[in-house]
């Protein structure tokens, strides 16, 4: 048998974490068994879907390294409106499905409660189709469903407990449940990996599977996504969306490897591994059912290890976007003219030893293309202390005439300069640096001075000291 899985985002909005962890998990699975990982995109929900949304998880799949070509799709739900009705019809015509004209207020006149679901009244009154009646399903009075789930072992549930649920809607339109296991049985999926948040719906759909006489898929229901507050990631409340972290610069390799740890390890207590190692060591059937805390700290810690772990010239590559701006990342503040691509090579080392996420390179570099710095007010107050005036006379006739102008130079000049007002290197160097990068953190100082060259260091340095008079 060929595995078929599939990923069937619904696009109501940014790519989802959770969703792209669920989608790395159909790849792989498909992956290593020589199967296929058809991409679905279910845009039957008119008013919540938009064209860009399904672009956006596009592009972000892609960016993930899920590429156009390595899934078959994307298939959109909305073409297969056709089956899903004659499904609907088929169960209706087979007596497993009747239609329903109760309204919700009916209902609950009738069992006195809002919660306890749908009390049979349409059963057996052989309603025909009619504007307004919804279709139900006839779920068995008797037994049990049990579903097969790899990550679950076989959650089992009583057949009477599950009401005569909703097929399709009072205008005809068939529902999600309906929908989704109509395009798994067309699309010949075999197994379906998808979030915890769809278990409850799965005897319903297996219900489905048996009634339209086709054998259920396997299931596997991949643990919720929660904050550090053990609350379902929601898109209101926490950053959620791929495409955010991506153009806060975290590198593809790194969230996908994050990622596929929510839930599951490779072996030998390792976290950053290889994408490789994931492709062969991962195992559905490991995934820990409990719900998975997405840690982003943990993510920045891990990011910052991708990127020094890049060839230096790949990591200058990997800045361009935050050095320029593109469609979704604000510009830096320079204008385009004013960057010097060797000075930015100069420091890159320096850079790449020190940031988390590559869009934090532009507030270590910007001292280099504005023609004056961006000066940080409260950072100017904290270095610029008394005897701060006297600290920049000095350095500044030390440097007109140093020779040559290079880090180590610099440095044992602002050394000696502090060392005879009793100052240590660290304090000589607050007011200097805040002078010349606008900021009391930064790349390293003297190298920093380097690339900026003398003119431009001691311009800066005399505009501080004016400012101080
Ligand atoms: N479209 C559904 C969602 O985005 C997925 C359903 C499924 O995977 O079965 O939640």
């Avoid at 996420?357 to 532009?362: A, D, G, N, Q, R």
Wanted: aromatic share 8%; net charge negative.
């Amino acid at each position: 048998m060929t595995v078929r899985v599939r990923f069937a985002p619904s696009p109501t909005g940014m790519f989802h974490v959770g969703g792209a962890r669920s989608a790395l998990q159909n790849w792989i699975f498909a992956k290593q068994r020589g199967g296929v990982c058809v991409l679905r995109v279910e845009d039957t929900d008119a008013a919540r879907n938009r064209p860009e949304w399904t672009e956006g998880i596009l592009s972000a799949l892609d960016w993930i390294g899920i590429a156009r070509g390595s899934y078959e799709g994307p298939y959109f739900q909305s073409a297969y409106a056709g089956e899903h009705r004659a499904a609907a019809q088929r169960l209706h015509e087979g007596g497993r499905a009747y239609y329903c004209d109760c309204t919700r207020e009916d209902v609950q006149a009738r069992t006195g409660s809002q919660h306890r679901g749908y009390d049979g009244f349409c059963r057996d009154r052989g309603l025909p189709a009619g504007e307004g009646r919804a279709l139900r399903f006839r779920t068995p009075d008797e037994g049990e469903t049990v579903v097969v789930d790899l990550i679950r072992g076989e959650p089992t549930f009583e057949n009477k407990l599950i009401e005569d649920f909703v097929i399709a809607r009072g205008d005809g339109s068939p529902v999600f449940l309906l929908a989704n296991v109509v395009d798994d049985m067309t699309m010949g999926i075999t197994h379906v990996i998808r979030a915890e948040e769809h278990l409850p719906n799965t005897p319903k759909q297996q219900l489905l599977w048996d009634a339209l006489g086709v054998k259920p898929p396997i299931w596997a229901h991949v643990p919720v996504v929660v904050n550090e507050k053990r609350q379902k990631l929601s898109k209101r409340r926490d950053k959620v969306a791929l495409e955010a972290y991506r153009d806060e610069g975290y590198l593809a390799d790194a969230m996908r490897n994050y990622l596929m740890l929510l839930g599951w390890a490779p072996s030998g207590d390792r976290e950053i591994v290889p994408w490789s190692v994931i492709e062969d060591e991962f195992r559905l059937d490991e995934v820990n059912p409990s719900p998975a805390f997405f840690d982003e700290k943990k993510l920045r810690a891990f990011n910052g290890e991708y990127i020094r772990a890049l060839p230096v010239e790949d990591f200058v590559a990997a800045c361009q976007p935050w050095l320029t701006g593109t469609d979704t990342i604000a510009p830096p503040p320079w204008q385009p003219a004013e960057f010097d691509r060797a000075a930015f090579a100069a420091v890159a080392p320096l850079a790449q030893t020190r940031i988390a996420v590559l869009s934090e390179i532009v507030p270590n570099v910007d001292f280099l293309f504005l023609a004056d710095p961006l000066i940080d007010e409260a950072a100017w107050a904290k270095a610029m202390k008394e005897g701060a005036a006297d600290l920049l006379d000095a350095a500044i006739t030390a440097f007109e005439s140093l020779e040559p102008w290079d880090a180590g130079s610099l440095k044992a000049t602002l050394e000696a300069v502090g060392a005879e007002r009793g100052l240590k290197l660290g304090k000589a160097q607050a007011p200097v640096r805040v002078a010349v990068t606008g900021r009391t953190v930064g790349l390293p100082l003297f190298e920093s001075l380097e690339v900026l060259g003398r003119d431009r260091t001691l311009t800066r340095l005399r505009a501080a000291r004016v400012r101080l008079v």
